[in-house]
T-cell receptor, first 115, second 115 residues
């Protein structure tokens, strides 16, 4: 069965600090996809990144970077030089493309960036 | 390109009343999903459509919830009768459906409060 664990419920950082959000997943499938979404106070889930299980390269997009390690079943997300606009709930999700392609979400990490 | 549209944004009803939510996916997207997000939790899939057919409704409480996507475009999710525990945000998402693991894009959600 698919499972995603985000152990950090809430994190607070001061603006310009770096912060890493942890995500650990469980799956028996060899082919799967991992996602990160941002949910600001407005409520909409905003897509950030998609990674397939065969691509372990780390990715950087501006201040955002992602570290995918299959050996530890982790897909962590780092924000460099955090800004107040980064305050949101961040969700890690796992999809099982061999099934119905549904997304299994973690419980989310609420990030507060203090000015 | 327009995103996923949902209405209403907010709804307050008494228990045992009925309520309906509407979703219009991104143009051309074959796959449509309805998720339920209870406060403090990650979204959980209720039902998935591929065009106008149901792919997965295993988590839909069919005694009170129903959904349809008659023409393979927009969709309606109904609750009848509502219970207190149905208070949640109902999120609609769509994806191209062209391949497994494709990205799901979410609408702004409908926040339902059952009194």
């Amino acid at each position: 069965a698919q499972k995603v664990t985000q152990a950090q419920t809430e994190i607070s950082v001061v603006e310009k600090e770096d912060v890493t959000l942890d995500c650990v997943y469980e799956t028996r499938d060899t082919t799967y996809y991992l996602f990160w979404y941002k949910q600001p106070p407005s409520g909409e889930l905003v897509f950030l990144i998609r990674r397939n299980s065969f691509d372990e390269q780390n990715e950087i997009s501006g201040r955002y970077s992602w570290n995918f390690q299959k050996s530890t079943s982790s897909f962590n997300f780092t924000i460099t030089a955090s800004q107040v606009v980064d305050s949101a709930v961040y969700f890690c999700a796992l999809s099982d493309p061999t099934g119905a392609n549904n997304l299994f979400f973690g419980t989310g990490t609420r990030l507060t960036v203090i000015p | 390109e327009a995103g996923v549209a949902q209405s209403p944004r907010y709804k307050i009803i008494e228990k045992r009343q009925s309520v309906a939510f509407w979703c219009n996916p991104i143009s051309g997207h074959a796959t449509l999903y309805w998720y339920q997000q209870i406060l403090g939790q990650g979204p959980k899939l209720l039902i998935q459509f591929q065009n106008n057919g149901v792919v997965d409704d295993s988590q839909l409480p069919k005694d009170r919830f129903s959904a349809e996507r008659l023409k393979g475009v927009d969709s309606t999710l109904k609750i009848q009768p509502a219970k207190l525990e149905d208070s949640a945000v109902y999120l609609c998402a769509s994806s191209s459906g062209a391949w497994k693991g494709d990205t799901q894009y979410f609408g702004p959600g409908t926040r339902l409060t059952v009194l």
